[in-house]
């Protein structure tokens, strides 16, 4: 039944912030079909990245209320590349400046979804790159 | 297919991470090349003790996992946690957010943690837990700690599981006897009262003290009742004394064997269910004998039992 089932973990690096929009995509995630690994505020880059390999997720998602956790997501970006984990499709979202959405991209993140993108569209995007 | 699977087989077995987190997504999956993969690994299986604890959503079992966890790998142990929640049955899907308590637990020397969700299991235990299991034995771990939320049978399929069972609870959930559910006072080897902060745990803990005490089939298996205050570390040691009490009980009165059994018991008939259900069911839905028997029923003709019998006799 499951033979493709999508496994994603859902981070909010940082220590500020609430998590509430990491919580609403995780639940249109879920009600996708998607199995959601959710870790929670103040996550260390390393922590992510260690729940990622151990959980076998193909999809990680980073959430951030503000520019100021750039230098984190990148750390996220570079230590799964590090352990050989480049497969992993690694989104980002939230309230992310545009000058700051190029840098991740170049920096490993296959996408960064600008302020008020709609659920849909994250989960189809999700839907295409792991199963198409 | 052969050569990655026994690639696959050899690093669960030396203990790599990576072919430990493959290995169980593919049992999950029940992916081709997963009875493979459990035949290559299973002579390799070192039996270890295993810790299930159950209750209802939110009593605070990720919390004390947490605890115990780290105490286990401070002593240098090496741990598998295995955290179910429940699939939703309308999408499939499921949030899993065991690791938000245990996050101190990731990225720690000898801690293996992996979510699951329940997915076909309505709730309870599925095929791929109990191999799950046996992957983890294959690993090298000290210790398995299974999360279940106890709705429905899961309650009931811990005590296979499991060598020693912690039911935990927590009072204001409303009426104290309501949340004692049917089965639940058999399943327990120590019962837990937590949130011992909030009002009515010693009203909850007497009650179940005064119904546990009816039950004293086995005097050493009179259950305990502990309560904690998990999210301020309260008692938490006092539990982790208790399991490890057990975990002797159980080694010295050859109550191991026969949990062995009854795990042994478990996978084997899950096995056989899913089986069933590959060679049976999935291949008849949509199928025109289903449409007839669908009709048959609905137009009162013949009884539901009446087609489960037939078809599965194959007789016309
Ligand atoms: N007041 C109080 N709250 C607690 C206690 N222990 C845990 N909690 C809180 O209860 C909530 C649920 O705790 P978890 O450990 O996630 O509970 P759980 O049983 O694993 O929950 P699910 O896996 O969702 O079923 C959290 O907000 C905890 O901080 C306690 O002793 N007292
Ligand atoms: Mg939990």
Not at chain 2, 206 to 226: A, H, I, T, W
Not at chain 2, 264 to 283: G, I, N, S, V
Request: hydrophobic share 40%; net charge negative; aromatic share 4%.
């Amino acid at each position: 039944m499951a033979e493709n089932q999508i496994r994603v973990l859902i981070a909010k690096p940082g220590l500020d912030g609430h998590d509430r929009g990491a919580k609403v995509v995780a639940q249109a995630l879920r009600d996708a079909g998607m199995e959601v690994i959710y870790t929670g505020l103040r996550r260390t880059p390393e922590q992510i990245v260690s729940a990622a390999i151990q959980e076998d997720v193909q999809v990680v998602g980073l959430s951030s209320l503000s520019g100021a956790h750039n230098h984190l997501f990148q750390k996220v970006a570079s230590l799964l590349k590090e352990k050989g984990h480049e497969e992993i499709l690694l989104i980002g979202g939230g309230i992310i400046p545009e000058k700051d959405r190029k840098q991740l991209e170049d920096a490993g993140f296959d996408r960064i979804f600008s302020p008020g993108t709609s659920t849909e569209k994250i989960v189809s995007y999700i839907k295409e790159k792991v199963n198409g | 297919m052969g050569e990655k699977i026994k690639e696959l087989a050899q690093g669960i077995v030396k203990g790599e991470e990576r072919a430990l987190a493959r290995g169980l997504t593919l049992v999950e999956n029940r992916k081709e090349g997963y009875q493979e993969l459990l035949d290559l690994i299973y002579p390799e299986v070192k039996p270890c003790p295993i810790w299930g604890l159950t209750g209802a959503p939110g009593v605070g079992k990720s919390t004390i996992t947490n605890f115990l966890v780290d105490k286990l790998a401070q002593r240098r142990e090496k741990v598998g946690v295995i955290a179910v929640d429940p699939t939703s049955p309308f999408s499939g899907g499921a949030i899993l957010g065991d690791r938000v308590r245990m996050m101190d637990l990731a990225g720690r020397e000898g801690i293996f943690i992996r979510s699951m969700a329940s997915r076909g299991a309505l709730g309870g235990l599925s095929p791929a837990i109990m191999d799950a299991v046996s992957l983890f034995q294959a690993f090298g771990v000290d210790r398995i700690v299974v999360e279940t939320v106890g709705v429905g049978q899961s309650e009931t399929d811990i005590v296979s599981l499991a060598d020693t069972v912690a039911v935990i609870l927590m009072p204001g959930t409303g009426d104290d006897v309501q949340t004692i559910k049917a089965g639940l006072l058999e399943i327990g080897d120590v019962f837990v009262v937590n949130k011992a902060d909030l009002e009515g745990a010693e009203t909850l803990a007497g009650l179940l003290q005064s119904m546990l005490s009816g039950k004293n089939d086995d005097e050493n298996r009179v259950p305990v009742v502990l309560k904690l205050i998990a999210s301020q570390g309260k008692n938490l040691e006092e539990l982790m004394s208790f399991l490890e009490k057990h975990q002797e009980y159980i080694e010295t009165s050859g109550q191991k064997e026969r949990k062995e059994r009854m795990r042994t018991e478990m996978a084997l008939k899950m096995h056989l269910q899913a089986r069933y259900q590959d060679l049976f069911l999935k291949p008849l839905l949509g199928t025109e004998k289903w449409e007839q028997a669908i009709s048959s029923i609905n137009k009162r003709e013949k009884s539901p039992a009446f087609w489960a019998k037939k078809i599965i006799s194959g007789s016309e």
